[in-house]
Structure formats: structure tokens, C-alpha cells
């Protein structure tokens, strides 16, 4: 249902990626119980090795879905193979150093194993494991945090973008978490069946929210102009590293870095690049349009996103989305 969905964009995908994950999972457990007596993906012991593997897994997957929702287009193949980095390295080390010992690494069964091999590497790469899931927490609050700016800065209207649901999401997430966290010291089986219960909680709010949530922009959209790492003006690509120096008249300066000149230069086309968009605004009025968005203004100005940004927030003293709400209003 979730793929049927139109112009759902690669959040709800991702959602949908989810909830197809878990569902494998819950199958494998019920097909694992009629079999053997014993429903479970794996054996739910105190710190055992596959369960930290299984729960590191599942902890990077849930934190694809807020990143993608959070920063539209942020979520590369480069970035998404890193944040799975220390999922993968750190079990790979503990198999390694388990080889290397010839399979005799002491069992860490409980509480007072753990206290007792506590100094042992072999014990801190369980915890690191166990730890794993709290960093992609830490990654969706930072992005969180100024998510409401970010939208401000590149939306022309705030409607339909649902912050409350991603912050239940991660409220959700931390819940699951300690759940998780509970299941793994407690080594008890009744924490796995209220962590089953808290899954089945979260994932019907999510699909229901996911589901009736609506794009407010169409496919494709956060393609253009939104490379971080290019953030070049096209207008001087191929220029040499020069800009007028307003010190003192006539003076040329030489810039050491190429992300200097362009600095430079973009400072001083700013007072035309304002007089540009406010003449396009009051000719063209882009403002009216419901979908007008911040890569609209390319049309006119040879500037990519981080300079549009720029552009609303250095030459205006506000966001893209006040600046649209002014010329509304007026």
C-alpha cells in the first residue's frame, strides 16, 4: 500500500523497506516456532553475539527512514555505507579475535560474568555493539533539531510537512531501543514479548501516518541544485581566483582558495542578485504559485542552493519561507 502511494518520494519507501524487514523477520520467527518450538530469529540470551548483530542491523535500518525524511536527497550510497560502518567492523574484529583465540573466548552468560571480564576486549566489543543503536539516535536528534529551520530555508510553504510525526518517530525509536537494551541484560522472555508488543505498537501508528501523509513536493525535486559539496556559483565557474577588493579603489587581490574568490565575488553581486529576484517577484509574482519552491528562483539567478540560501539568509536577514510569506501578505 505504502508503494502504491503516488509521488511518496524515497522516505516512504524507505518506511515501506521497514516494515517489509520487520514483517521477514516476525515470518522467519513464526515459521522458526511451528518448527522447532522456538520463535525467534535468534536464541535471546544475555549479550549473545547474534543477538547484538541482528539488533545493530535493525538499528541501522530504522535510522534510514528519519534521515531521508529529515534531509530529502542528504542519504547517498557513500553516506548510507558509512553509518552501517561500525554495524559491520566491529562484529568482523570480534569473529577475528575469536579465530585468533581458536573459539576460547570466555562466555559473558550474566551479570556477574560481565562485571568480572569486564576489562576484556572481547566484553567491550559486545557493549560497542550494544551501543550502536544510541548513535543512530544521536544522529536523527541532531538532524531534528533544526529541521523546522532547514524547511524554513528551502520551502515556500510549510503545509504538509508533518514534524510531529518524525519526532514520534523518534520517540518511538528510543523506546524500541531501550526495549532492545532490556531485552539483551534482562535475559528474560517476558521482555521479549512486551518488546514484540512495543514493534507491533509503533509500526501500526507509523503505516497509518505514513501512509495519509502527504508530499508537498514532487519526485525528483531535491535532485537539482542540492549538492553540499559543489556549493559553486555556475556563474564563475572557469574564472580565475580574482575579486574586486572594496578596501581600497581599483585594487586587485589575489585569493589563495578557490572557495575565497567565489565568496568573494558572490558578496559582490549580491545587491544585484537582490535586484534581479525583486523585480522577477513583482513582474512574474512566483509567490501565487502553491508548489513555488527555492530552486524555482534558478530561472533567473545562476545560483545553486547553498548560495540561494544564502542569497534569502545574508542578503535579506531571513528565511526563504518568510521571504515568500512577506510578498504574500503584501
Partial sequence: MLMMRKNGGRARTLFAFVMC??????????????????????????????????????A?????????????????????????????VIPGIFMLA????????????????????????????????????????????????????????NYASMENIDIKWLGDYIFGNLVITLSCEIVVLSDNIR????????????????????LFQKNPYPE????????????????????????QSRVGEGNMVLMPEKGSGTNCLFA?????????LEQWMLSEKPHLRKDFKLTDTMEI???????????????YGESFYQFVMRYRIA
Fill in 21 to 58: 524487514m520487520v514483517g521477514l523477520t516476525n515470518l522467519l520467527s513464526l515459521i522458526k516456532g511451528l518448527t522447532t518450538g522456538y520463535a525467534g530469529v535468534v536464541e535471546y540470551k544475555f549479550l549473545s553475539l547474534p543477538m547484538l548483530i541482528y539488533g545493530s542491523v535493525y
Fill in 301 to 315: 539567478l545562476p545560483l545553486n542552493r547553498s548560495y540561494l540560501s544564502r542569497l534569502f539568509n545574508e542578503g
Fill in 191 to 210: 521482555s521479549v514479548l512486551m518488546h514484540n508488543i512495543i514493534f507491533l505498537l509503533f509500526f501500526l501508528y507509523g503505516f497509518y501516518r505514513v
Fill in 98 to 153: 575469536t579465530k585468533m583465540q581458536h573459539g576460547s573466548l570466555p562466555a559473558v552468560d550474566s551479570w556477574a560474568t560481565l562485571l568480572g571480564e569486564f576489562w576484556n576486549f572481547h566484553v567491550w566489543l559486545r557493549l560497542f555493539m550494544l551501543v550502536y543503536p544510541v548513535f543512530g539516535l544521536l544522529i536523527m536528534l541532531r538532524y531534528r533539531s533544526n529541521y523546522e529551520e532547514w524547511c524554513e530555508n
Fill in 60 to 88: 541501522y535500518i530504522f535510522l534510514l527512514y528519519p534521515l531521508e525524511a529529515l534531509r530529502p536527497g542528504w542519504l547517498t550510497l557513500r553516506r548510507a555505507t558509512f553509518l552501517f560502518l561500525p554495524a559491520a
Fill in 220 to 243: 525528483g525535486y531535491f535532485k537539482v541544485g542540492l549538492d553540499e559539496t559543489k556549493a559553486e556559483i555556475r556563474e564563475v565557474m572557469g574564472i580565475g581566483k580574482r575579486c
Fill in 268 to 276: 559582490d553581486k549580491l545587491p544585484e542578485y537582490r535586484e534581479k
